[in-house]
């Protein structure tokens, strides 16, 4: 008896140390952010650390459905999402777990993670408003909720109500203004629509180019994107909110899931990836701003100029989503 006993231990004894170190060099991400927009990234981490980081990716919401669905079963470590409302949902669903570190900490400004430490921004956009520079509508231009009043009639493209981050900016105004007033204000907005609600901010940004409208909301990403492929278009970015609350920002991010098997080695990479060696890279390959406040913005999207940012607390879409999801149904935001 003795003896098996001690069999079995010398058994575990054997197997741990490769079973540590194969853990440890192995960290399973899944990811909502492009492959073209982590793979650099991981690369280097590897090549750094000699840590294997394998991804796969997907659509928020279905990654989402993967994590749930798995459960304890997931083989998932780290999980990346874009927006606020996303990883939110993340947290609320449970499976991301609460995380202790002062790097995060020190890394991520506090209103752009969750009080509850399960989720951290890893770059940060910018949901602002962009014009034809033809229209004249630079001069009448000063904050989202004036795109609600009368001269803008039949002048505003909007990107659909279905997507997470109209619903954000909604949620946004619902905790600025209170819901009867946020209402007003998007009501106002499907008053002055040109055309139906656009399926992408990129649709939304070529009606306004081509006339169909003076203005629309978009992340500025999209706007970089498309003024790369076609420099000469009418576009120009407005910074509005500026007297007031300021521009509407939002991020992507990441978290350790509940059942990480990895759990220190995911948040190291976490923690990495919010330091200043990847941020230039994380934020500069899709044209947003770094979260880490000591790395300097990509040259292109510095040329866009500076602005004033709400310092709201981005956990607020989240909690806030299914209040706005409900509001804009109510005024016919499709
Ligand atoms: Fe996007």
């Known amino acids: ?183 007003q204000i998007v009501k106002g907005w499907v008053n002055n629509l040109a055309a139906d609600p656009f399926s992408n901010d990129t649709k939304a940004l070529e009606a306004v180019a081509a006339g169909i409208a003076d203005a629309t909301v978009v992340n500025t990403y999209y706007f970089g994107r498309l003024m790369k492929k076609q420099p000469d278009l009418p576009l120009a970015i407005f910074w509005p909110n500026q007297e007031t609350n300021g521009v509407h920002m939002n991020v992507s991010g990441a978290g350790v899931t509940t059942h990480a098997k990895n759990k220190d080695a995911a948040v190291k990479l976490i923690e990495w990836l919010s330091g200043e060696e990847a941020q230039a890279q994380f934020a500069g390959l899709n044209m947003e701003y770094p979260v880490n406040t000591n790395v300097d913005v990509d040259p292109i999207v510095e040329k866009w100029g500076t602005f004033t940012g709400n310092p709201m607390n981005v956990a607020k879409y989240g909690e806030l989503q299914g209040e706005a999801i409900k509001l804009m149904d109510r005024a016919s935001y499709k």
């Open 1 to 183: 008896m003795l003896s098996r006993m001690l069999a079995a231990l010398m058994l575990v004894l054997i197997s741990l140390p490769a079973y540590v170190s194969a853990a440890g060099n192995e960290i399973i991400v899944y990811s909502a952010r492009n492959e073209h927009l982590i793979k650099p990234l991981f690369e280097m981490y590897t090549k750094k650390t000699g840590v294997q980081v394998k991804y796969i990716t997907g659509k928020a919401g279905a990654l989402l459905e993967r994590l749930k669905a798995e459960g304890a079963n997931t083989p998932a470590d780290v999980f990346i999402t874009v927006d606020a409302g996303n990883l939110w949902q993340a947290a609320e669903a449970g499976v991301l777990q609460p995380l202790t570190s002062e790097i995060l900490e020190a890394n991520v400004p506090a209103n752009l993670q969750d009080p509850n430490n399960t989720w951290f921004g890893l770059s940060v956009r910018a949901r602002t408003i962009v014009y034809n520079t033809t229209s004249g509508a630079d001069k009448k231009l000063s904050t989202y909720e004036d795109l609600a009043a009368d001269n803008w009639k039949g002048r505003l493209a909007l990107r659909t109500s279905k997507k997470v981050y109209n619903q954000s900016l909604v949620a946004s105004l619902i905790a600025e203004h209170g819901a009867e007033k946020a209402e």
